[in-house]
C-alpha cells in the first residue's frame, strides 16, 4: 500500500488533482490528511472503501465469537487436544536460555545507523515543514 501525506491545506487548493490520483492510482493508496502536522483523516477511493465496508462486514462480532467458544463440539474438541499427551519424539528439551541467546545476538550487518540517522532527520524536517506550512495557512505563521 503506498500513501501520501497531506496537509489539509495543500488539499483544499488540491482537492481535485488529489482525487484524480487517487482514481487513477494503485487500489490501495490513501491520502493522510494532517491538520497541525498531526493525521486528521484519510482519503481513499471509492472502490477501497467499499472493499474495507465488505470487509467489515465479514468480521465477527463479540457474540459471535462468544458463540463458538461455547460450542460444545469444539469445548470437547480443545479437551481432547488438551488431553492429548506429547510425542516424545517432538520433544526437545531447552538448551539455552532465550534471554542468553538474544543478548549474545549478532549485529544486523545490513544495518547502517549513519543511514537510518540521515532518513530519520530527513522525516522530521518534512514533518516540521509541513506544521510550518500549516501555521502559515492557518494565519498562525
Known amino acids: 500500500m503506498t500513501s501520501k501525506i497531506i496537509p489539509v491545506s495543500d488539499l483544499r487548493r488540491k482537492v481535485s488533482q488529489t482525487i484524480k490520483e487517487l482514481q487513477h492510482s494503485a487500489h490501495d493508496e490513501a491520502v493522510y490528511i ?19 465496508r465488505e470487509q467489515a462486514r465479514h468480521r465477527m462480532l463479540p457474540a459471535d465469537i462468544e458463540v463458538i467458544r461455547n460450542d460444545p463440539e469444539l469445548i470437547a474438541l480443545v479437551e481432547r487436544i488438551k488431553a492429548t499427551p506429547p510425542n516424545p519424539a517432538v520433544v526437545h528439551p531447552a538448551t539455552a536460555s532465550l534471554s542468553e541467546l538474544l543478548q549474545n545476538a549478532p549485529d544486523d550487518p545490513d544495518f547502517d545507523l549513519e543511514s537510518w540517522t540521515q532518513q530519520w532527520q530527513a522525516i522530521e524536517s518534512q514533518m516540521k515543514a509541513i506544521d510550518r506550512a500549516d501555521d502559515i495557512a492557518e494565519g498562525r505563521g
Open 34 to 52: 494532517t491538520q497541525h502536522g498531526r493525521p486528521q483523516a484519510v482519503l481513499v477511493s471509492y472502490e477501497h472503501y467499499e472493499q474495507l
